[in-house]
């Protein structure tokens, strides 16, 4: 005699299994054309995202010299975190 359980137990497994395989598929990409898109080719574009600007800095006003100054800034920030790092460490470490 079968239980009544197991055909809903099977049916859920199955659904999971089915579920989990949908998860590795790959996602359909929208190909966007924008004026940003003049910054392709720039040092850091990388596939997939190619030239990334998840805060749309360089909307709008996009030009050579403003695309110059935000990467000139960005390189500045990065550099004074690196040595606001290396300060806690030293601190940290007992060295001050």
Same mark, same amino acid.
């Given at each position: 005699?079968?239980?009544?359980?197991?055909?809903?137990?099977?049916?859920?497994?199955?659904?999971?299994?089915?579920?989990?395989?949908?998860?590795?598929?790959?996602?359909?990409?929208?190909?966007?054309?924008?004026? #940003?898109?003049?910054?392709?080719?720039?040092?850091?574009?990388?596939?997939? /995202? =190619?030239?990334?600007?998840?805060? +749309?800095? !360089?909307?709008?006003?996009?030009?050579?010299?403003?695309?110059?100054?935000?990467?000139? #800034?960005?390189?500045?920030?990065?550099?004074?975190?690196?040595?606001?790092? /290396? =300060?806690?460490?030293?601190?940290? +470490?007992? !060295?001050?």
């Amino acid at each position: 005699e079968i239980s009544p359980t197991i055909p809903i137990m099977k049916s859920a497994i199955i659904a999971t299994i089915i579920g989990s395989a949908a998860a590795f598929a790959p996602a359909p990409v929208a190909k966007t054309t924008s004026a #940003v898109s003049a910054f392709e080719d720039e040092l850091g574009a990388q596939p997939p /995202l =190619g030239f990334f600007d998840p805060f +749309g800095m !360089l909307s709008g006003d996009v030009t050579q010299e403003r695309f110059d100054r935000l990467r000139y #800034v960005e390189i500045k920030h990065g550099r004074i975190c690196q040595l606001a790092f /290396l =300060g806690q460490v030293v601190t940290r +470490g007992g !060295l001050h």
